[in-house]
């Protein structure tokens, strides 16, 4: 992968928007009008009769009747994969598939951007395609900005089990201090060390601990694992301080935040290169150290707050669904079993409608062959007698359900709020873009400073593919 440099634009917005200002104007405001579609959970479809969530028109348009004979499925899927519409549609409903389209950032890779470097054949163990696939252009992007900015140390924060990091000191010849907070997540990367190191010398640039790193202690951290460590005092107190990149490829959740927070605090930290993922358990309170929204634009200015299950939304991946049309299939029953014993346990008095209880995951394999099967299972794991509902009410309401179009309601309406996830996970991405500009702003001006935002993997192989790259 030969990078000369970093891509020409800092962010990329869709077309018809060059203000990043003026992009979150129009997405915070578009999505605010969907409210009670984003926030609601599909459990609750029948009880709550969510099917009125959306347009009558729409409705009428997307349903199919008895004498349809086209793959209506397909059309839906289609519909979310593509951003496709159908002339005879009503205006209000393509008109809505347009705009979330026009509001998403794009996911498609920068040409040059996108080819994979190749990673030796041992430092890959234990990896799988995926990983591979982001580990390699990742890796590259690291090592360039490194090299740019004339940094020998990384801070690989998320560790995990140390997949880039050793690829970052073995393949790329960095000085690399991989840090989770797990001790499992540790101890299995201390152990592909350890089989790596069969095979080769030991390399004494790549250290794993374990850790919660924080403003308040990076510094104490860094200057523990600093090369000049090995220095004599004198010669270290002469030289000037180590400067060290922040790094995380899919780094969860608040784990983001807190690394562009220590990019921007620290002054040995000049560089970041930062792959987010899981904004489901991105957090919005307290105030000052909550992990979305982080720009002064959004949090202060514009006051605006997502929610929890907005954020959960935005780690739905519409385009994938063609290439995952089983899974897609499979999901849309799932949604239908769960609301449909939701309602048959409202109706006997087992749970109350505005209080579903939690289920929690099931086996796909052996407990979803059938809905009387999928209740027995979910009654157990409530631990509901068995008897409660038994398999003749349970085929019974099936039946009706069945014959009243509700999975097929289920599947709409899950596709039709499913367009708006890439607009919110655009809004979170140039939050902690526009961050980083204002958090910069101030410093002078310089070859190195700046901030880029742009996809860096193939969306469909992995769909959290932006990458930020700042630097002071």
């Not at 040995?268 to 307290?286: D, Q």
């Amino acid at each position: 992968m030969d990078l000369t440099d970093l891509p020409d634009q800092e962010i990329y917005l869709p077309n018809d928007y060059t203000d990043p200002h003026t992009f979150l104007d129009s997405a915070t405001k578009f999505i605010s009008g969907f409210d009670r579609l984003i926030n609601m959970h599909i459990t609750n479809f029948m009880t709550h009769n969510q099917w009125t969530y959306i347009p009558k028109e729409w409705r009428e348009a997307l349903l199919p009747n008895e004498n349809d004979d086209y793959d209506w499925i397909s059309r839906l899927v289609d519909l979310a994969s593509a951003n496709m519409s159908v002339d005879i549609w009503p205006e209000s409903l393509k008109e809505y598939i347009n705009t979330t389209e026009k509001l998403s950032l794009s996911r498609e890779s920068l040409p040059g951007y996108d080819t994979q470097c190749t990673i030796d054949k041992l430092i890959r163990l234990g990896m799988t395609e995926k990983k591979i696939h982001e580990v390699g252009p990742m890796s590259t992007v690291i090592q360039h900005v490194a090299h740019r900015r004339q940094v020998e140390s990384v801070m690989d924060l998320g560790a995990g089990q140390g997949y880039l990091s050793r690829t970052l000191a073995y393949q790329h010849n960095l000085n690399v201090l991989a840090v989770d907070g797990s001790e499992v997540q540790t101890c299995g990367a201390k152990w592909f060390d350890k089989h790596l190191l069969k095979s080769r010398r030991p390399n004494a640039n790549l250290n794993h601990v374990t850790d919660m790193v924080t403003p308040a202690n990076v510094s104490t951290i860094l200057a523990k694992w600093s090369k000049k460590q090995d220095q004599e005092e004198n010669i270290a107190a002469e030289e000037e301080d180590e400067k060290w990149l922040v790094c995380g490829l899919h780094a969860c959740g608040d784990l983001s935040s807190l690394m562009l927070r220590l990019f921007i605090q620290s002054d040995t930290i000049v560089s970041l290169v930062n792959v987010g993922c899981c904004y489901h358990f991105l957090t919005e309170e307290p105030y000052e150290s909550a992990g979305f929204p982080l720009s002064k634009y959004l949090k202060v200015q514009q006051q605006y707050r997502m929610g929890s299950t907005a954020h959960m939304l935005a780690c739905q991946t519409p385009c994938r669904w063609s290439d995952k049309r089983e899974e897609t299939l499979s999901s849309f029953e799932h949604h239908f079993y769960r609301a449909l014993l939701q309602y048959i346990m409202v109706e006997k008095g087992l749970a109350q409608v505005n209080s579903p209880p939690v289920i929690g995951r099931l086996n796909k394999k052996k407990d979803f062959l059938s809905f009387p099967i999928y209740v027995r299972a979910a009654l157990k794991r409530l631990k509901v007698p068995e008897n409660s509902i038994t398999d003749n009410e349970a085929e019974t309401y099936y039946a009706e359900a069945k014959a009243n179009q509700v999975d097929k309601q289920i599947a709409i309406l899950w596709t039709v709020r499913i367009l708006l996830g890439p607009i919110l996970e655009s809004i979170i991405l140039t939050d902690r873009w526009l961050y980083l500009k204002e958090q910069l702003a101030d410093l002078p001006e310089s070859k190195t400073k700046g901030v880029w935002m742009w996809p860096l993997f193939d969306p469909i192989t992995s769909p959290r593919n932006m990458v930020i790259v700042a630097s002071k």
